[in-house]
């Protein structure tokens, strides 16, 4: 079992930036599958980045290309997700996800075992 807790959220002015951090607890964080996904008011919580196990191979939404990387470091047990040229759209509570191999799509909430307890991120324009 994976227990997940973020930090790092915040307010920051429309293009600025902001690294959240998913500490994880447990020894076999190296063997699951990581994603970040958000939650902005009213809207459902939506896919925004996943890294594999290996850290090599990552996959984000089209609309956060080359704003937001998603990263590993599995020696501290802690995924992270820098987030450059925030917009205002980019308001949500962001959220972090863990999963062992499974056939379910990288972007599927439901594909997802384990969630940590969200961390707010407000954009100023």
């Known amino acids: 079992q994976v227990q997940l807790a973020e930090s790092g959220g915040g307010l920051v002015q429309a293009g600025g930036s902001l690294r959240l951090s998913c500490a994880a607890s447990?020894?076999?964080?190296?063997?699951?599958?990581l994603a970040w996904f958000r939650e902005a008011p009213g809207k459902e919580r939506e896919f925004v980045a996943y890294?594999?196990?290996?850290?090599?191979?990552?996959y984000y939404t089209d609309s956060m290309k080359g704003r937001f990387t998603i990263a590993r470091d599995n020696a501290k047990n802690t995924v992270y997700l820098q987030m450059d040229s925030l917009k205002p759209e980019d308001t949500a509570v962001y959220y972090c996800?863990?999963?062992?191999?499974?056939?379910?799509?990288?972007?599927?909430?439901?594909?997802?075992?384990?969630w940590g307890q969200g961390t707010q991120v407000t954009v100023s324009s």
């Open positions: 890294i594999h196990r290996n850290g090599d191979d990552s």
């Open positions: 447990g020894r076999t964080f190296s063997t699951y599958f």
């Open positions: 996800a863990a999963r062992p191999q499974s056939m379910m799509p990288i972007i599927a909430r439901n594909g997802y075992e384990y």
